[in-house]
């Protein structure tokens, strides 16, 4: 059975940074594309940040661009997500998901989700 928990969220003031943790098990870790999405109540899932393959390939949504970094430990089956610059509009639950696809944005691509994790950032 595939699981993915994530954790590492919080409450930070505006300006400061978090680093959120997705452990994966059940998969073959490294055969996947893993990625981040975030959603507040009454909004779409929107996509964060991917890995296409390998670390050396990410993508970011518009908005997280410069601020944000993904990366991932294939020996811990691990994908992380550094968050610097926090600004309130980036208060969401926070989520990791797992795609076969190379690459992909769009939530319905994705196969399996964690719980997700609650970021909060106060002004």
Do not use: H
Not at 17 to 37: E, H, K, N, P, Q
């Amino acid at each position: 059975q595939v699981q993915l928990v994530e954790s590492g969220g919080g409450l930070v003031q505006a300006g400061g940074s978090l680093r959120l943790s997705c452990a994966a098990s059940g998969l073959t870790f490294s055969t996947y594309t893993m990625g981040w999405f975030r959603q507040t109540p009454g909004t779409s899932r929107e996509f964060v940040a991917t890995t296409s393959w390998t670390t050396a390939i990410t993508y970011y949504g518009d908005s997280v661009k410069g601020r944000f970094t993904i990366s991932r430990d294939n020996a811990k089956n691990t994908v992380y997500l550094q968050m610097n610059s926090l600004k309130p509009e980036d208060t969401a639950v926070y989520y990791c998901a797992v795609t076969r696809r190379s690459y992909s944005t769009i939530p319905s691509e994705y196969i399996y989700w964690g719980q997700g994790t609650q970021v909060t950032v106060s002004s």
